[in-house]
């Protein structure tokens, strides 16, 4: 089993920038992907940013390409979503997840392990 809480998220107006961060603990050693992942009110939870544990592959969704970064901090068993340029449509509640195996990057069903979630609230 692998635990995952996030933290951090916030408040933030158009522009602005927050960070997200995901501690995870018990058998990390299992996964191989870990990804963040929003859901807005009313919408389907989405993909936005994934990496690989063994080699460090990054991959994003469209909509945050060159203003999201994610990255893994292995001694600290912490991944981190920096967010920059945040705009509205970015308000959601983010989700950290991880994975055993290798499966589709953006499908929710193959990340087995998720945590509860952090709110990120963008204002115009």
């Known amino acids: 089993q692998v635990q995952l809480v996030e933290s951090g998220g916030g408040s933030v107006q158009a522009g602005g920038s927050l960070g997200v961060s995901c501690t995870a603990s018990?058998?990390?050693?299992?996964?191989?992907?870990m990804g963040w992942f929003r859901q807005a009110p009313g919408a389907e939870r989405e993909g936005v940013a994934a990496?690989?544990?063994?080699?460090?592959?990054?991959y994003y969704t469209d909509s945050v390409k060159g203003r999201f970064a994610i990255s893994r901090d292995d001694a600290k068993n912490t991944l981190h979503l920096q967010m920059n340029s945040l705009k509205p449509e970015d308000t959601a509640m983010y989700y950290c997840?991880?994975?055993?195996?290798?499966?589709?990057?953006?499908?929710?069903?193959?990340?087995?392990?998720w945590g509860q979630g952090t709110q990120v609230s963008v204002s115009s």
């Open positions: 997840a991880a994975a055993d195996n290798y499966g589709g990057i953006w499908s929710v069903p193959a990340y087995k392990y």
């Open positions: 990496i690989d544990t063994i080699d460090g592959m990054t």
């Open positions: 018990g058998y990390t050693d299992i996964t191989v992907r």
